[in-house]
C-alpha cells in the first residue's frame, strides 16, 4: 500500500492531476491512499480517501472508472492520459 498525505493544497494538486476535481478544501490530516490488492490474479488498485475532519473513508474514482477497485494496467492507462 501506498499513502500519501499533505496539506490541502498538495492533495487538491494531486486529485486534479488525476482528473478528479474536488470542491471542498481538505481538512489537516486528510489523506489519499492507493491500495494494491490482488484478487482472481489480478492486480487491483483501490484509491481512497480520508477525511480528516468526519474520520471516514471515500472511495475515489477516475472520471470513467465504474467500480471501486481498477486493473493496475487500467490505472497506468488514466495515468498516462493525464500526463501527455
Keep these: ?6 496539506h490541502a493544497e498538495t492533495l ?3 486529485f486534479d492531476g488525476m482528473g478528479i476535481h474536488r470542491t471542498v ?3 489537516p ?11 482472481d490474479g489480478k492486480l487491483m ?3 481512497y480517501y480520508f477525511d480528516g475532519e468526519k474520520k471516514v473513508e471515500e472511495t475515489i474514482r477516475f472520471p470513467n472508472q465504474q467500480s471501486e477497485r ?5 490505472f497506468l492507462i488514466n495515468i498516462n492520459k493525464r500526463l501527455n
Design 45 to 47: 488498485v483501490r484509491m
Design 25 to 27: 478544501r481538505s481538512f
Design 1 to 6: 500500500m501506498i499513502h500519501y498525505a499533505g
Design 70 to 74: 481498477i486493473l493496475v494496467t487500467d
Design 12 to 14: 487538491a494538486a494531486f
Design 29 to 39: 490530516g486528510s489523506a489519499l491512499f492507493f491500495e494494491f490488492i490482488k484478487a
